[in-house]
């Protein structure tokens, strides 16, 4: 857990949360300096825009959940998958590739019969199979009490939901990209 917390427009946010904000998104002046390696993992991200987010600001945060991955050695590669009422997911037979997640941009209401806490942007629909969700809708408040780009805020989202998948487990760190504390990325 983040032993320090800050407020910001009534809202209580851990250090590490802005921190690992700053750091995805490269807003410290020394981020640029920091040695980048060749990307050593490629990996494919279906995404799935339920929510219909527009095109700019899908891209805009495809672009900066990426760049935070190209910093340890991952490439992403987006490719767009369907929407909910088309998407049948993986078939029972078929075997999962470890290199291909799911990504989908729901809305609450999109997300019948699962519980997810109020200040959630997201969760793991299943880690055996890949396959994270992202809400938009909570995005875009938590872009609103800001006074922040939602764009922004749905790149670090999703860096954080494809980080469970590619490290398997719905934990969360002390810092960075990870913690979980603050209006904050719950599962």
């Known amino acids: 857990m983040c032993s320090c917390e800050v407020r910001l427009k009534g809202t209580k946010l851990s250090r590490c949360f802005i921190f690992s ?9 020394s981020s640029r300096a920091w040695p980048v390696e ?9 995404v799935f825009n339920s929510a219909h987010v527009g095109s ?20 992403i590669t987006w490719l ?6 088309e998407a049948m997911g993986h078939s029972v037979g078929e075997a999962w590739n470890l290199a291909n997640l799911d990504l989908r941009i729901w809305t609450r209401p999109m997300a019948r019969g699962t519980t997810i806490p109020s200040n959630a942007l997201g969760y793991c629909l299943s880690m055996e199979r890949g396959e994270a969700v992202v809400l938009s809708d909570a995005i875009q408040n938590l872009a609103a009490i800001w006074g922040a780009n939602a764009a922004d805020i749905l790149g670090l989202a999703m860096a954080h939901e494809i980080g469970h998948l590619l490290l398997r487990t719905g934990r969360h760190s002390a ?9 904050a990325l719950a599962r």
């Not at 700019?56 to 490439?75: H, Y």
């Not at 960075?176 to 209006?183: F, V, Y």
């Open 175 to 183: 810092a960075g990209t990870k913690c979980a504390e603050g209006p």
């Open 56 to 75: 700019r600001d899908l891209t805009k945060a495809e672009a900066q959940a990426a760049e935070a991955f190209e910093k340890v050695g991952i490439r």
């Open 38 to 46: 060749s990307p050593k993992l490629r990996i494919a991200v279906y």
């Open 80 to 85: 767009a998958g369907l929407t909910a009422g």
């Open 21 to 29: 904000f700053v750091l995805t998104f490269g807003w410290l002046p």
